[in-house]
Structure formats: structure tokens, C-alpha cells
């Protein structure tokens, strides 16, 4: 299906919490200077989002000049959005690629737009828009994120925009294929184990990737197969995955430190365990500091 013309004005689904735009041409947009952004400078923050990359007409004589390309090219036996990815994957269509709106939007919500820090990485952008998409495909956004878009940007479409560093998109099958697999766990029990704890760690509410809660979960949701390992042998032991969450560390001082900490509960006696993992969130790229292990209250 072709992307919308947006005609609606709205704010950004949810509050900030693994790896693009207005429209890219600088004499005509306000928010696409490439120059760095130091968001201690620029009072930006960092976001590491999943959600999908959709691409949008800003203007009404885009969405045209798009529809008289489609027509010169070979389009026959092609779907819309078949259609939509071949016209913008050829060279001489790049000028309309550089143009669109791209807008990642979490949980079906619009929550950014997307500008890509180095004009050379819209090729992500162009693979992202992809051919045949599917419910279970991830974009992975990480990146700073800067003021709204102003009204002429998007078609009135005001949302922050974000300013990308890294773009990778993935499907969750090709995800849990690539988490190496406890020889004592049965490939279809793991994966229905890990397929469930990613859905449910991407459905949590108000997760839009810009918090140093939300950007250590994301993290560990496509960086770290431990969880899912560790998951999968609860459910074995006949206990459920019940919660998940983050706080601040107490060994956090010069770096910020984020616990994440995942509890599980005995479905005879009710007793509930919980495991922990410590991510590095000082940065716009988050990093592991320690390894899934036992977690206990204080008292």
C-alpha cells in the first residue's frame, strides 16, 4: 500500500524511554542540518526504540511526482507496497527517496520522525520500507532526539524528530533463530518461550525508547539471549514469567547504571524468584556490565 498524505496533527504515543527526516533537502527543511547533535548541548536524549519505519508524503505534489514515476516503471503483477519499494530502491528515483516523511511508530502510534545523521545511511531507510512487511518485523532506532518537526516538515505532523545513527530492522523468527539454544530445551519449546518474552517486553506500556529505563530493556530484548534462555528453562520448572522492571543502580555513580530485573513465579507454590541484569545506559549506545544473576530485596 502507498504511504499516507498525513493530514492529522499528533503528539508522540507514550513517554521517552539493539540498531530517518523530514524532508532531506536543506533548503527546503528546517530540521535537517547533518551537523553533530550533543544532546547535553542541544537538550536532546538518547533513544533506542523498537517499532516500524513508515513512509509518508509530505506534500501533496510528492505524493504525484511519486505516482507519475510508478507509472514509467515495470510495476505489473506487484503489490502496492511491492510497487512503492521498487520505485524507491532505483538510483534515478532517489531524489523522491531523499523527500518522504519517514515516521517510526511503537505500538502503531506515531512517535518520531526520522532524519538520518549521514545522507548516505538513507539507504536504511529505503530497506525499511519493506516489500512484503509482516506483523512480527522490528525496526531498531538508535539515535538522539531533538525538538518537534516544525509544521511544514511533515505535513503538520508534530512529533520530535530524531536524528539517526543506526538502523536495522529484522523479523522476530529470524530473531529467535540467531539466540543460541540450551541443548536441554527443545527447539519448539525455546522458541515459543522466547517469542513470548519479546512480544511481552515490546508491549509494555509507554515504552517509546527514550527513558534509561526503556533503552536498557530494548537493549537487552535484541541484544542479550541470556533472558531467553533463563525464561525458557523457568517455564520447564513449571513457573511463569511475571514482571519485569528497572531501576537505578546503587553502584551507579560517574556511569548510569540501570538494574533490570525479571521475576518469576512457581505455579504450585507461589513462590516468586527474581533474576537481574546490569546495563550501562551513559551513552547513546548501552552496554552489559554484568550477566544474568539471582536478585534479592533489601529489606
Not at 236 to 247: L, Q
Amino acid at each position: 500500500m502507498e504511504p499516507e498524505t498525513n493530514t492529522t496533527t499528533q503528539a508522540a504515543g507514550g513517554s521517552g524511554s539493539s540498531e530517518a527526516l523530514t524532508n532531506l533537502q536543506p533548503a527546503a527543511c528546517a530540521v535537517c542540518d547533518t551537523a553533530a547533535v550533543d544532546p547535553v548541548v542541544s537538550g536532546g536524549e538518547y533513544v533506542y526504540a523498537l517499532g516500524r519505519v513508515e513512509p509518508r508524503f509530505g506534500q501533496l505534489s510528492l505524493e504525484k511526482e511519486f505516482a507519475q514515476a510508478t507509472g514509467r516503471s515495470k510495476t505489473a503483477g506487484l503489490t502496492d507496497r511491492q510497487a512503492l519499494h521498487s520505485v524507491l530502491s532505483k538510483r534515478e528515483n532517489r531524489y523522491l527517496a531523499r523527500q518522504l516523511c519517514y515516521v517510526f511508530t511503537i505500538e502503531g502510534l506515531d512517535t518520531y520522525i526520522l532524519r538520518p545523521r549521514d545522507p548516505g545511511d538513507l539507504d536504511l531507510l529505503i530497506e525499511a520500507v519493506r516489500p512484503a512487511p509482516r506483523a512480527t518485523d522490528v525496526d531498531v532506532v538508535i539515535g538522539v532526539r531533538g525538538p518537534i518537526a516544525p509544521p511544514d516538515a511533515c505535513n503538520g505532523l508534530s512529533l520530535p524528530v530524531v536524528t539517526l545513527d543506526q538502523l536495522y530492522s529484522f523479523d522476530v523468527d529470524s530473531l529467535i533463530k540467531e539466540i543460541p539454544r540450551p541443548k536441554a530445551i527443545a527447539a519448539d519449546r525455546f522458541g515459543s518461550a522466547a517469542e513470548e518474552l519479546f512480544q511481552r517486553i515490546i508491549q509494555l506500556a509507554d515504552n517509546a525508547g527514550a527513558t534509561d529505563e526503556d533503552r536498557a530493556l530494548n537493549y537487552l530484548a535484541i541484544r542479550y539471549p541470556g533472558i531467553y534462555a533463563h525464561t525458557a528453562e523457568q517455564f520447564g520448572n513449571n513457573a511463569s514469567f511475571t514482571a519485569v522492571s528497572v531501576r537505578g543502580s546503587a553502584l551507579s555513580g560517574v556511569r548510569k547504571l540501570m538494574d533490570v530485573i525479571f521475576s518469576y513465579t512457581n505455579r504450585n507454590t507461589d513462590v516468586v524468584e527474581k533474576f537481574f541484569v546490569r546495563v550501562d545506559v551513559t551513552e547513546e549506545f548501552p552496554f552489559l556490565t554484568s550477566k544474568l544473576a539471582p536478585y534479592y530485596d533489601r529489606e
